[in-house]
């Protein structure tokens, strides 16, 4: 998304729960929409900014006496890049625009379906982390165990887009290398962009090791029909 975006962290924004950490700042995601809650959510939003803000529930959460489910407290701000009607309600695609935090939230009504709250800007106020992080990442994907990764070839070309900053790759290998909703979350809540990216440096690190490892311990290597497990 190349044009800029104003926030105005003043005003409510509609919630969006889902279950596990879903979108970053700078990746995209699809979303159908189709409850009522929800249509009437994307309706306000369209008539507005656009903007809606991805929450992420509690795995453990007991639901309020109202019956609203207990979110964390970060979300990713998103924008609603493109949408379409559809028999069920909505199709749109969303862009991450930004972390926030929730600092109230306003419970739906008979009128308005769906929650709203009133976030603050979550991020931190820094320059784009250094090229050095940039090219440790170059080296670890040209090692052969990250190379089977299925993303790897376009990590390969967002590292090589000049118009792409460092502290944006790595948010797109965020969401695009790891599933763990856990890991995401670490992600999406810590304000230093360095922080992520040495975290994501890591977890590479530690992917690589855990391929070889499942390398070491492939059925061609097992003898008399045995497994390590």
Same mark, same amino acid.
């Given at each position: 998304?190349?044009?800029?975006?104003?926030?105005?962290?003043?005003?409510?924004?509609?919630?969006?729960?889902?279950?596990?950490?879903?979108?970053?700042?700078?990746?995209?995601?699809?979303?159908?929409?189709?409850?009522?809650?929800?249509?009437?959510?994307?309706?306000?939003?369209?008539?507005?900014?656009?903007?809606?803000?991805?929450?992420?529930?509690?795995?453990?959460?007991?639901?309020?006496?109202?019956?609203?489910?207990?979110?964390?407290?970060?979300?990713?701000?998103?924008?609603?890049?493109?949408?379409?009607?559809?028999?069920?309600?909505?199709?749109?695609?969303?862009?991450?625009?930004?972390?926030? *935090?929730?600092?109230?939230?306003? /419970?739906?009504?008979?009128?308005? !379906?769906?929650? +709203?709250?009133?976030?603050? @800007?979550?991020? &931190?106020e820094e320059d784009d982390v250094g090229e050095e992080y940039r090219n440790q990442l170059k080296h670890l994907l040209r090692r052969p165990n990250l190379q089977k990764l299925e993303y790897a070839s376009a990590?390969?070309?967002?590292?090589?887009?000049?118009?792409?900053?460092?502290?944006?790759?790595? *948010?797109?290998?965020?969401?695009? /290398?790891?599933?763990?909703?856990? !890991?995401?979350? +670490?992600?999406?809540?810590? @304000?230093?962009? &360095?922080?992520?990216?040495?975290?994501?440096?890591?977890?590479?690190?530690?992917?690589?090791?855990?391929?070889?490892?499942?390398?070491?311990?492939?059925?061609?290597?097992?003898?008399?029909?045995?497994?390590?497990?």
């Open positions: 998304m190349s044009q800029s975006v104003s926030v105005h962290f003043k005003r409510r924004f509609p919630l969006f729960p889902l279950p596990e950490t879903m979108l970053l700042p700078h990746a995209m995601m699809p979303l159908s929409i189709f409850e009522p809650r929800y249509i009437q959510l994307t309706d306000h939003a369209l008539d507005s900014s656009g903007q809606i803000a991805i929450a992420t529930i509690h795995k453990s959460a007991q639901k309020k006496p109202k019956g609203t489910v207990p979110l964390r407290d970060a979300v990713c701000l998103a924008q609603i890049v493109k949408h379409e009607k559809a028999s069920h309600g909505y199709n749109i695609l969303i862009y991450g625009l930004c972390r926030a *935090e929730i600092q109230e939230e306003f /419970l739906a009504t008979e009128a308005q !379906l769906y929650r +709203s709250a009133k976030l603050s @800007p979550l991020e &931190e990590v390969e070309q967002w590292i090589n887009e000049p118009d792409l900053s460092t502290h944006a790759l790595f *948010e797109l290998i965020g969401c695009s /290398l790891f599933d763990d909703s856990e !890991l995401r979350y +670490s992600l999406l809540s810590e @304000p230093s962009g &360095e922080v992520r990216t040495l975290k994501l440096l890591s977890e590479l690190k530690r992917l690589d090791k855990l391929i070889e490892m499942t390398h070491c311990q492939s059925q061609d290597r097992w003898e008399n029909g045995l497994s390590w497990n």
